[in-house]
């Protein structure tokens, strides 16, 4: 059996490689490639081209990228016309992944194309919805998500999210000394991201150690290129700090955390780390992002409770003062946020979703038709 699975960051990276080790388990002679990142190279792909620094903040940003994506798109179009295999999975990146199903169409591939994550979960966008139902099979990981769809008279799949089978809670800590604890830094996958984060972050690092003198901090790096980033940033404040790759390694070590908002919040959050959120764009980005975004929170967690139980930062309000009280706050007493953990859990779905998810992988690779319940 032969898979090829399309990603285009460090979040899609992940449950690519997480759902390509369940089918594994189930079909071990499975072979995958395709288009990602470390995590999937990792996981035994044979990457057709890696995706290093291509999420982008901001509309010129992702404008400057389109011409590459096109190219790479048809480049991959006609790769999988002439040798086709048993499926195509894509997962979240519209920019990329959806004009790929859609290219696969209008060329006359007939094979199945899987949908993990269809983009614009929480943007309820119908024609966006309708594009990913004509020309693929939905499996979202967001119970919204099936939700709108279903609104929309739209089959798609739900099992819950792969991170509630992923992510065990952690080993629990003892409070932090008054005078000390270790904060980790996780400020995106994004090469943008983690250059307009990184600063704020290092300054709330040094108020809270003006506070606490014996403060560690550590800060994790997605792949090569936000190491180099990360490590010129804490030269640029003569600072030293110990650089980790993932974020499940600085989590581990973590009293709290500063987090860009994304993945790695919720996955705290399964962790019990407790953590605050931020997301800083550039003034242009921040004003399309204003008229397209409805909603009260835009950190996971709490788009999930529907409350606040992260505090999350965005733009002005996201200053190093603003972080670092936050922080202080949740090292002096985790309890709250810990405790909506559980919740939160609950909310993802039931812990066999990765098995199911991939489950229903293997049926569509098979040729049998998909059961949506």
Same mark, same amino acid.
């Not at 798109?73 to 979240?92: C, E, I, K, N």
């Not at 399964?270 to 399309?288: D, G, K, M, N």
């Given at each position: 059996?032969?898979?090829?699975?399309?990603?285009?960051?460090?979040?899609?990276?992940?449950?690519?490689?997480?759902?390509?080790?369940?089918?594994?388990?189930?079909?071990?002679?499975?072979?995958?490639?395709?288009?990602?990142?470390?995590?999937?190279?990792?996981?035994?792909?044979?990457?057709?081209?890696?995706?290093?620094?291509?999420?982008?903040?901001?509309?010129?940003?992702?404008?400057?990228?389109?011409?590459?994506?096109?190219?790479?798109?048809?480049?991959?179009?006609?790769?999988?016309?002439?040798?086709?295999?048993?499926?195509?999975?894509?997962?979240?990146?519209?920019?990329?992944?959806?004009?790929?199903?859609?290219?696969?169409?209008?060329?006359?591939?007939?094979?199945?194309?899987?949908?993990?994550?269809?983009?614009?979960?929480?943007?309820?966008?119908?024609?966006?919805?309708?594009?990913?139902?004509?020309?693929?099979?939905?499996?979202?990981?967001?119970?919204?998500?099936?939700?709108?769809?279903?609104?929309?008279?739209?089959?798609?799949?739900?099992?819950?999210?792969?991170?509630?089978?992923?992510?065990?809670?952690?080993?629990?800590?003892?409070?932090?000394?008054?005078?000390?604890?270790?904060?980790?830094?996780?400020?995106?996958?994004?090469?943008?991201?983690?250059?307009?984060?990184?600063?704020?972050?290092?300054?709330?690092?040094?108020?809270?150690?003006?506070?606490?003198?014996?403060?560690?901090?550590?800060?994790?790096?997605?792949?090569?290129?936000?190491?180099?980033?990360?490590?010129?940033?804490? !030269?640029? &404040?003569?600072?030293?700090? %110990?650089?980790?790759? *993932?974020?499940?390694? @600085? +989590? /581990?070590? =973590?009293?709290?955390?500063?987090?860009?908002?994304?993945?790695?919040?919720?996955?705290?959050?399964?962790?019990?780390?407790?953590?605050?959120?931020?997301?800083?764009?550039?003034?242009?980005?921040?004003?399309?992002?204003?008229?397209?975004?409805?909603?009260?929170?835009?950190?996971?967690?709490?788009?999930?409770?529907?409350?606040?139980?992260?505090?999350?930062?965005?733009?002005?309000?996201?200053?190093?003062?603003?972080?670092?009280?936050?922080?202080?706050?949740?090292?002096?007493?985790?309890?709250?946020? !810990?405790? &909506?953990?559980?919740?939160? %859990?609950?909310?993802? *779905?039931?812990?066999? @979703? +990765? /098995?199911? =998810?991939?489950?229903?992988?293997?049926?569509?690779?098979?040729?049998?038709?998909?059961?949506?319940?």
């Amino acid at each position: 059996m032969r898979v090829f699975v399309s990603t285009g960051e460090a979040s899609g990276d992940m449950l690519a490689a997480a759902l390509a080790e369940a089918m594994r388990a189930r079909e071990p002679d499975i072979e995958f490639e395709g288009i990602g990142s470390e995590r999937m190279a990792a996981a035994g792909f044979k990457l057709t081209i890696r995706t290093d620094g291509w999420a982008s903040m901001g509309l010129w940003a992702a404008l400057v990228k389109i011409v590459p994506m096109v190219l790479i798109g048809a480049a991959h179009v006609a790769r999988l016309r002439l040798r086709p295999v048993d499926l195509v999975v894509l997962v979240d990146f519209g920019a990329l992944n959806l004009r790929l199903a859609q290219a696969l169409r209008r060329v006359g591939y007939a094979g199945p194309v899987l949908y993990f994550v269809p983009p614009g979960v929480w943007l309820d966008r119908p024609s966006q919805a309708r594009a990913v139902a004509r020309n693929a099979v939905a499996l979202t990981a967001f119970a919204h998500q099936r939700d709108f769809y279903r609104s929309l008279g739209l089959p798609i799949a739900y099992f819950g999210h792969p991170l509630a089978s992923l992510v065990r809670p952690g080993t629990p800590r003892l409070p932090a000394p008054a005078d000390g604890g270790t904060v980790a830094l996780l400020p995106g996958s994004r090469y943008d991201e983690v250059r307009r984060h990184m600063p704020r972050l290092i300054a709330a690092c040094e108020l809270l150690r003006a506070r606490r003198p014996h403060l560690k901090m550590i800060v994790s790096a997605a792949d090569r290129g936000c190491e180099r980033i990360v490590q010129a940033a804490l !030269r640029g &404040a003569g600072i030293s700090a %110990r650089v980790l790759r *993932g974020a499940r390694p @600085a +989590l /581990d070590e =973590a009293d709290a955390a500063f987090i860009a908002s994304g993945t790695a919040v919720l996955e705290a959050m399964l962790r019990e780390v407790a953590c605050v959120a931020l997301y800083v764009v550039s003034p242009a980005a921040a004003r399309y992002g204003r008229r397209v975004w409805k909603r009260r929170h835009f950190t996971l967690p709490n788009l999930l409770l529907e409350r606040e139980v992260v505090p999350e930062f965005w733009q002005d309000a996201a200053s190093p003062e603003a972080l670092a009280a936050a922080l202080e706050d949740l090292l002096r007493d985790p309890s709250g946020q !810990r405790a &909506a953990s559980n919740e939160l %859990r609950a909310r993802l *779905g039931p812990p066999d @979703a +990765l /098995d199911r =998810a991939a489950e229903f992988a293997l049926a569509l690779a098979r040729g049998q038709a998909p059961v949506f319940a």
